[in-house]
Nanobody
């Protein structure tokens, strides 16, 4: 059983910044892929960004140039630095990890609200 603990969500004004963190524990296997998805009200969950253990990154077009994903392999922690936030970035953000056994685990989600 893998546990994911997310933190860093909140309310921010347009143009502001937030940093999300997600710490994973309990995995018997090394974690290959770590990432973030988001789900806005009435919409499907969508990819935000992923990062592999080798630091290969993938971003949704809508966040390229504004968001940066990073990870600390020693701490099994993934971060999402979000800059120049827009109201359309408002959503529940979910952390996800994929250990080498192929399983997929999700965090409980953290709310990000961008509003003046």
């Amino acid at each position: 059983q893998v546990q994911l603990v997310e933190s860093g969500g909140g309310l921010v004004q347009p143009g502001g910044s937030l940093r999300l963190s997600c710490a994973a524990s309990g995995s018997r296997f090394a974690i290959n892929v770590m990432g973030w998805y988001r789900q806005a009200p009435g919409k499907q969950r969508e990819l935000v960004a992923t990062i592999t253990s080798g630091s290969s990154r993938n971003y949704a077009d809508s966040v390229k140039g504004r968001f940066t994903i990073s990870r600390d392999n020693a701490k099994n922690t993934v971060y999402l630095q979000m800059n120049s936030l827009k109201p359309e970035d408002t959503a529940v953000y979910y952390c996800t990890v994929r250990p080498l056994d192929g399983s997929v685990w999700w965090g409980q989600g953290t709310q990000v609200t961008v509003s003046s």
